[in-house]
Every structure is written in structure tokens, then in C-alpha cells.
């Protein structure tokens, strides 16, 4: 199986995090494709650079889907998932939407952790559009830029502990996500110090991927997901235009 | 790996229908353990049943799990899910619940299907448990009960097909999900004749289980899901009481 | 009038309580009879002991509902209620959810003190199953055993009062309810010191389930919650198995 | 003991009405004494009208709660229920609340009929008022006004009565609330025909408001219903201006 | 363009400072004509006060409205906004209501500053009946009568400063909005010391009444906004009972 | 004063029709610069469609607004507005969000129609990510192209009045809003024959939009809607990219 990682951002560094996390926890035979936004913001954090993230996504999906399984959308506001999950015929999974439910699968109420105050409300708003705002037990919000660095960072490491706990011990919270593509593999670390399971939108949602792959759901045929068809565009990219004819 | 599929009806057609669909789904290598209920009603059709039913799938849990690898509850009401999710050191996937996560990865609103008018609210109510509620785009209730009998049926079939289509086109559903142990296997029969993804709480909650049981998620070590501990209990039975020690 | 309470614990001392706190709000000439569970947990205070609560109150209601006027489900989960309700010709009544909905009706939103962080989500699982958690003012959380012992205790009373007001100060609650069975009667030992209406589920359940019995409402004869009728039961206690015949 | 019902209607056939369906449903001993409004519209039906009936409640209130126990407001939009609740000392049940929360306990979702379809929104905003719009399976609107004759009619309850059960039916009500004063007596001799608990505010009102007066509860004195304490009023009825020296 | 500000407290500073808010933002050529209350309270600070402030709304409504565009209730609990509404053939738009509306098109989610515990829940659940409690962020409660005193004061709005800031700090509010007809004006004076937009309901509320003047919507002739129409009306205000032949 | 109006779709025709209908909406002196997006989709009517308007309504807004005062997203699906309105330091209003809030504040529930069932999804989760889900009385999907050509067209008219009273009759709905930016000018060509207020987003959104350019809120410092500020960008238009700088 052959699944394809979008990270929309332009930043190799991230990407290759999210490549080395999805190899950690695919299934043996799984080949992990990665792919980097070829425009936009090096790491989106701002909603406008998000807006241009979804047509990158589109067009990285475009390009790189043919021969692949399954996609991750390897952006942690699952940038552009609704849109490729409608152009492709392979199942598509944000890596958020991911943590998210399989976490409900866990059982009970779920703290997240996100970097940045002014990103916050970007997942507060994802959460409520996947219709489990209900499901949250609380948020943490740290500011810090350690995690876009290659390697691990063991101080930042110690403060996401303390968040998790803190969620687990004033909030209930019962499982905890770590938002951000470069948390891949980071719960897996943090895992033995925090008393509940943490998960990170990798490592649930290439399992999810593989999951939908190996299934037999087809592709709707009608519906706001069903293929739209040929379709008149202007100025996009060949791959795109391709999808559309 | 083992899966064990806990029937807490004391039915064993039921639990022979959703073994066959278990094993139709199971990856290559799964096997699959269907234990029937020792007490209670054949197939639970109303709230008093249920609540009896609640104490056999955790007499059925403590019994069965040791050399399991995961649960699937197959009775569709998830009858003991979060009493069971609590006892058990491996992971526990609600059938019902687990088609809808998996509905909610495929994208858009979600129509169920079920079969008889008393026991529609049990299915509200648990969507609502979950937090799902919005997330439905209508329901349709059966009146039938051959799905009770062993083999397929091709009238009821042509019926839920209608029903399904029905909730695409006046509902706006973008996947179906057929409500009720016995649809196991169904979803697929009917599957090509339904615009969207159909699908059923077995074929949903088996590979569900699976990626929980690769998966690396500790059990938790606080909160609600947190092994019981030592307790005391009165006249239960051995292995449930042997959970507590 | 006869009123049952099920307290579907296996332990004496708290069905001793809620039988004295029934008593004390009960209007004259009604008879209480409080039943302690023949099977299960000493205390229900994890998921698990709560699915065997289920059939342990299914249990009790069918043996000794024959004479009376009503149920009160005297376990603060409100164990069993919903299969209880459906299964009797006589009105029955959730302690919990008697205290919120009466709480409702002294108006504003309601601040709710529970014992143990463990169980604190089951509670709040409890209020959503209800529709109610727009009504809930706050929570807190008190970590004490003091109240299953026999008699009152000072201390604990000084911590409840100081958590009822602070839930009116900092939450704006405008009613406080004690959960827990062994609150039964607290409430009204510390009303004097707490600035809003204090209400506990015996107090509020006992009211209710008198007037549900003086009114002329009749068992449903549609829906979930009319009777079973003739339903195959396996492997049950004679009074269960005589109410599906 | 006594109850007071509030009628803010200028129209003494409606009062007549509802202090009738008051005693038919009262405890023996229970005092009714209905009073009707001296300002305002003969029967409330449209939003100003309403916003008037505020200040009718109020006014009533405060002159004739004096030696009362408790007080139903006799108007289905419980108009005027909150700041009466606030104002005086003695338990203010709405009729239209008491009826939701009271078929609450008898369980499941609620089907509501209401009269005229230009004050159904006025219904709905309600119920959402009271947080509890999750709880409401269906609505039907009756476009009649032989309810407001003196007496009972045939053919209005046979519209009811097919209008209830199809809520059953249709939208899977478990109960049906008939709103509006006028409908005091009316669920009652239609309830043979239908297949659900049959409620309305005044029968479900006066006993909550008796059940309320016989409980322990203490006026709040801290919250939006504690006294209001001596504060300046302009204008205002002497019995009114009294309650806030 | 003539506005009339209906403020229906009986106190003629606050009256000074809405229209001098409401002048101060109102377009060239727009007249203000600010009215107080004839009965009621000097400020309405209870639920009581409050109902009575319905009916206070409608009178000066009717005796007013004649020769204006367009109405503001220029109380902050919006009081008798829906009857108003109803009443009058021109806009009519609530303070509270235009700030959040406005507050929703600046973006993400609202901080509320009110002032007094007491009346903080008036304000939940105005904010509730609006549908509008999910964009909200967080409250801050001021307890403080400075605002009612003529003139501005520094160490109150050094405080509402503070408070909002801490609502975008530690709430992640993106805009702000004070509630309190005597904050007309201040919003704009602590503007530029608050790092998100401050709206108060009179800036908010002139303009969207200036707005919904110049536009062509026309009064609706169905539904609960309808003109009530010739209704007998019973010892009201001949301005009243004109409006209702 | 000069408005942008963005529509990202690549259709002047489309373009002419919002231009036309925001010149005959606009205050006298106010300037309409209508733009059409220079790749993309011609009109987008599936999901990935309009992940790439999310790009094109930067770029639009990059290059266009300066000079301008404030912008409309004259797409239906409101596409890119939280991007744009962070980008910008001028209002920025989207013509669906503006038309659900204007109808707000004219009171009551809010009946949509819409072009296309393939669509429909796309705008009851736009509806919801407003937090107005609860404020929708009913939807109508219309199937017609008819509305993209140029000119009106009787047919689609007529079916567009039948719909609307249909959700006045049978939703309640209290105002209609037609969706589609081809929607402008429609409303009002309808209004006489529907009897509720009929709404588009751009008779909505240009006066909103001059609304907050004439106001005095400033552009917020802090939190997801403050300017980006420096950020690296790759492979952007120069416009965009100068927006990071």
C-alpha cells in the first residue's frame, strides 16, 4: 500500500517530520509518500496563509495521487481535506479530523494541546466543524517554535507533559491530542509520563488511512463528495486541470 | 491478532451473522472469537432488555478477553461499551459507534437505518451520546424482522436500498449506515446499488478494533477509563469478580 | 402510598440513608421501601460496577414494584432508569434527574457538587443524556469518603457548604445540587448556610415521585417506554423473567 | 395551602377555564384562586400583546400573592414567569415549563401541539429558552379557536387526538404537551384515545407549584432571584411599587 | 433620518448618555430622538424591573415611533425588542443584539463585559435566545455604579480596559463588547488601549437601524413579526390601543 | 467610498450580475469595484473548486484593495473570508454571512434556498460554522441553471416565490434568504410576491460593508484576525507576497 502524505506547507523540515512519524507507525509494506507544497507559507500560521494552503493541497493531490492509496492531509488545520476528499477516488484523512475520532474511540472527553495563541481559535473552529466541539474537555496553548527544529527538544517535551497532565487533572480530560504535523511522533515520546493515551494526528491518521484503503467503501456517486465531473478551469495547474476533464 | 466479538444477546443466529461478517472484513491472520450471552433476552428489542444486557456483556467481557487482542461489542445499542472499555486492558470498539466515526472519515452527513419503531430512540439517544448528533442527516425505521432469520433476504434488501437512496436524495445523507447486528454483511450485498457508502457496524468496528489493537495507546492510568482497581463485589460471577482482585 | 426506592448498591448503610432521607420529605401516610442490591458492587463508583448496576435495579424493580405507587432510583447515576421506566405499569423517577429538573424550575442555572474525579464524567454524561447541559452552571468536584460512613460529618458538611457558595460566586449558579445517594438529607442540614437552594436526589426524587403517582398519566402504550409484553428471556430471576410474559 | 394562578389575560372565560383544570388536578385541601388581568389583550397572541402580559403578570402578582403559597402562571408563553419567580417569596411555576419538565420524567422526547401558527415561534423560543429544545420530537399547529368557547368541543378534540398520535407515530413523541391555558381539562378527556402520556401546563402546573410549596427550598438571597431589595420605581401600581420598598 | 432610542428605564441621565452615544455616531443628517421611560424602574437591574420594562418599551413605542425611520432599544437587555418588532412598521433593532451581530462580522469569537453579578445571567440568556452562545468567548462581570453617574471616569475604564484585554489574553475573544446603555461611548474612549475592536450596543445599534431604514425590506404580513392586526385591547395607553385597530 | 467586490469564480457574467446588484444597493457616492478571478473555476460548484477560490480571493484581495474602504466576497460559499479579513486592514464581509446576520436582526427563523443538491451541504456547514445553525427554519434546492445567464428569467422567478412562501407556510421561516451571488437583485425583484422579508447577499452585504468602513472599529493587534506581518512566502503573486512583508 501506497500512501500520500500532504503537507501544503513549503517547508521540507516539517516534512520530513511527518514522513519519519508515518513511517514509525504504518504497517509493514506501506510506503509513505511525502510531498511539500510547491507555493504558499513556509508554515502556515496565519488564516490568509491558510486560504492559499487549500488550492496547494488541491494541487499537490493532483500530482501526486496517481498510484497512491490512501492520502493524509499532513497539516494540522487539515487544510484543503473536504476539497481532495471530493477530487480523489482514494480515501482522504486529516490528519486533526483523525486524531479526533479515533480518540472518541478511546472514550470520553479529549484536551488538546496547540502552539500558538493566534492559531488557537483555528482549531477551535475545526473542532466545532467536525460537529465535536462537545466531545472537548479543555485546550492548552504553548508558545513555542522548538518543534519546527529537526529533532526532538527535551524541555519542550517536559512542558507539553505538564500540559497534558494539567488537562488530565483540572479538565477530566481522558485522552489528549497534540496538534501540529511536527508533534509526529512526539506523543509516542511524551507517551510513559502522561496517565492517559496522546495522540498526534500521524499516528492516527495514517492507521485511518490504511484502514479506508484496505475497506471496500466506494466512492459516492452522488453527493457533495461524489467526482465533480468534467468541469471548465482557468489558469490552474495540468494536474489539477487533468481532475476536472 | 484475536478480535472478540461480544453478541450479549443470547441469540446464536445473531451472533453466527455477525461472525461470518467479522471474519469477511478481518485483515488476513485476524481471528475471530463470537461469544453469545449467557443470559437475557434472544435478541434485545426494548430498554429493560438492554439494561440486562449491560451486565452480560461484562459478564461475556471478563470470561472471553484474556487472550484477546480487542473487543467489538456486536449488539448495535453498544450495550456496556464504556463499562467494558473501563475493565479491559485492550482496546474496545462499539459497533454502532465505530461506523459512525468511520462514517464521519468519509465525509458529510450520515442517514442511519433501523429497524423497528421502539427502539428508534435507543439509536438517538446513543448518536447523542457520542456527541454525533449534528452530524446526521436523517433516519429511516424498517418495520421487518427477517434479517432475523439465517441467510439474506432479497425483499428486505431492495427495501433498505430504497430507504438508502431515499436518504441521499431527500436527506442529503453522503453515507448510510445499516443499524443492527444482523445488517452484517448486508451493507456490502446492497453496497452497488447505493450511491454512497453504506455501512454496517461490523464491517466499521472490526477494522477499527484492529488499528487499536497495532496501535500503541497505554491503557489509561486515570480518569473514568482507568482499570477499576480492586473492589469489592457480591454474588457475581467468578470472572467478573476475579477483574476487581 | 408506597414508594420504592432501589438502591442497586450491595450496601446497607447507604440504602439505610436514602431510606431516612426519603423519609424525612416524604408527605405523611406515605410508606418508603427501600431495597439494597443482591449483586454487585458495595459502592457503584466506576463504568463497570455501573453495567452491572444496570441489571441489579431491573432486578430489584421486578421483585418488589408488585404494591407499590412509584419508584425512586436511589443510586445517583440513575442506574437502570430508562429500562426500569419501561418496565413497570407505576411512574419512576431518576434521582438525579429529579433534582435537575426540579431544579429547573426554581430557575437559572444549576451548579453541581460530586464525589470523586473518577466519576465526575459519568455525571456529566448523565446531564447531556438528560438535554441539560445548557442548564449547568458549573461543577466541583470533592474528593472524600466521610459521607458513606453512618451519621453526619462537620468537616465534610463545611466543605460542601464553602464549594455550594463558591459555585454560586463564581459561576453565577443559582440553584446547587449534591449528587450522590449519601447526600440524602446534607442538603437540607446545610441549606442555612448557602446563599441559593440546595438540593439533593432524594429530596428532590421522593416530591416528584409522589406526584407522579397522584396523577392520572397512564403507562404509554406505543413507543419505548410501553411495555416489553412476551419476550423469550434466558437465564433470568423468576420476577424478571414474569415481566416479559 | 394556596395557589395563585396568573392569568394575564384580560378574558374572564380563560380563567374560568384554567381555575377549573386547576381544581379538577389539585390536591384535597388546595386552595385555587384564579385571578385575571386588568390591562392588557384579551387573549394574548401576538408578541407586543406579550410584552404587555410582562407587566400584567407582575402586577398581579404582587397584589394578589399575599397569603399564596405558591403561583402558576396561567398564560402557555409562562409570560412574566422570571421576574415574578425573582419578585416574590413563595414558588412560581410557568404552566408550559412544568409541563415540559414533568413529561421529562415520564421519559423520552416530547411532542408539542400548539394553536395558530403565528405565535408558534413564540413556543419554540420558549422551549429553547428553557435549554431543553434537544427534548422535543415534533410540533403540530392547530388553526382553531373553539378552544377559547366556553365548554368542551368534539370535533376540536378529535383534531387533537388525531394531531397527538400522530406525533407518535410520525415523530416518534413518547409524550404530548397540549399548550395553551384553554387546553386545562382538555388532555385529560382525550387521554383514552391516545397512545402517550397527555399533558397540559395546568395539570402538570398546580401540582409541581404544590409540590414545590410543601418542599424546604429557601428564597435564594444571592442570584437574579433573590429580592430585589428597595429600589426606585416610577408609576407603577401600589401593590407592585410596595414589593420593592 | 430620524431614530428613536427607546430607553425604557425611568432615568433621564441615562438617556442623556445614549443619545449623546447615539449622536455621536449617527450619519450626517441622522436625527436622534432619545425617549424615557413614563413607569418602571429608575434602571431596570432585576428580572422583575425587567418584565415590567416590556410593557414600557411598547408604550413609549406606539406614543413615539410615529415620524421615525427606525427604533433603538436602548436597554441592554434589548427589553420588548420581539414585540416592538412586532408593533411597528419601521426596523426596529436592539442594542445588544446589533453589537453581537456586528461583533459576528468583524470576526471569531466575542468577550462580554457586563455590569453586576445579580443581572449576569439576564445577559446568558439574552445572548442564548439570539442562537449566538457558541460565538462567544468568555464574561467578564464589572460590579461598579460609576457608569450611571454623568461624565466619564478613568478608574472604571482603566478597569474595563483591563478586562478586556484579559478576555483576549486568557479567553481568546477577537472583539469585545460592553454591555450597559451607559457604556455608550466609552467603548470608542478605551478603544485605543484594547488590542481587539470594542463595540458598545448604541455604536453597534445606530447605524444597523440607520441601515435596515435605507434598505427595502418591507414589513412582513405572515408569521410572528406580522402587524397584530385589530386585537381588543383592555385599559392600555390610547397610543397602545390605537395600534391595535 | 469605494466597495471591492471579490468574486473568485473566473465569470464575468457572474461578475456583472453582483455589480449591477451592488450599484443598486450601494449609497449614493459609493463606488463599486467589481473583480473576477483570474484562475479557477468558472463558477465553483464542488468542493475542491472552491478549495482553489480560497487562493483566489487572496490574490483578488492582494492586488485590489488598495484604494478600497472595505470588501464584499460576492461568492455564496463566502469563500476565503477569514483569510481576507485577516490579510486586509479594511472590512471585510461575506455576502452569506451578512445576509444570515441582517435577517437576524429582522427577526425570527431564517429560510434558506439554494442552487444545486450537489451545494447544498456546502452551505448548511458555511451556515454552521456561524454558529447559526440554530436560527435555519427550513431549506429549498432549487435545480437551475437558469439564474447564470444574463438578464432574469420569469420561470425561475415564479419557482423562486413558491419556494419561499412554501418555507413561510410550512418552516415558519420569518425572512427568506436566496443564496448565490447570481442571487443579487433578485430579492427585491421577488419581495412584492413573497410575504416575508426576502434577502441576497450582496443587498446585504454592501451596505453592511459600508457600514463598517464608515465605523470606527480599528483593525485588532492581537489574535487571529491581527495582520500577518512578516512571514515568508514562496511562489506567491507579487501582491500577495507583499502583503508578508
Not at 472537548?136 to 507533559?161: C, H, I, M, N
Request: proline share 4%; glycine share 10%; aromatic share 4%.
Amino acid at each position: 500500500m501506497k500512501i500520500l502524505l500532504i503537507n501544503s506547507n513549503t517547508s521540507q523540515v516539517v516534512t520530513d517530520k511527518v514522513a519519519a512519524g508515518a513511517r514509525a507507525v504504518a504497517s509493514p509494506g506501506t510506503e509513505i509518500l511525502a510531498v511539500c507544497g510547491e507555493f504558499g507559507a513556509r508554515v502556515m500560521g496565519t488564516r490568509s496563509e491558510e486560504a492559499i494552503g487549500h488550492h496547494s493541497t488541491i494541487a499537490l493531490a493532483a500530482k501526486h495521487a496517481p498510484g497512491c492509496d490512501a492520502v493524509v492531509i499532513a497539516v494540522s488545520y487539515d487544510t484543503g481535506l473536504r476539497g481532495t476528499r471530493e477530487l480523489l477516488d482514494i480515501p482522504v484523512v486529516g490528519m486533526t479530523e483523525a486524531a479526533l475520532l479515533t480518540a472518541c474511540m478511546l472514550g470520553g472527553k479529549i484536551g488538546l494541546v496547540n502552539f500558538g495563541a493566534r492559531v488557537r481559535p483555528l482549531y477551535e473552529e475545526l473542532v466545532a466543524s467536525y460537529g465535536l466541539s462537545s466531545r472537548v474537555a479543555g485546550w492548552r496553548t504553548v508558545e513555542s517554535t522548538a518543534a519546527y527544529k529537526p529533532g526532538s527538544d527535551d524541555e519542550l517535551e517536559a512542558l507539553l507533559v505538564k500540559q497534558a497532565n494539567d488537562l488530565v487533572e483540572r479538565d477530566f480530560a481522558e485522552t489528549v491530542i497534540l496538534t501540529g504535523a511536527v508533534m509526529a511522533g512526539v506523543a509516542a515520546r511524551i507517551q510513559s509520563r502522561v496517565s492517559v493515551p496522546v495522540l498526534d494526528g500521524i499516528a492516527a491518521g495514517v492507521p485511518q488511512a490504511e484502514l479506508l484503503a484496505r475497506a471496500c467503501w466506494p466512492k459516492p456517486t452522488r453527493g457533495s463528495y461524489a467526482a465533480p465531473g468534467k468541469r471548465e478551469m482557468v489558469n490552474v495547474d495540468a494536474a489539477v486541470a487533468k481532475r476536472y476533464t
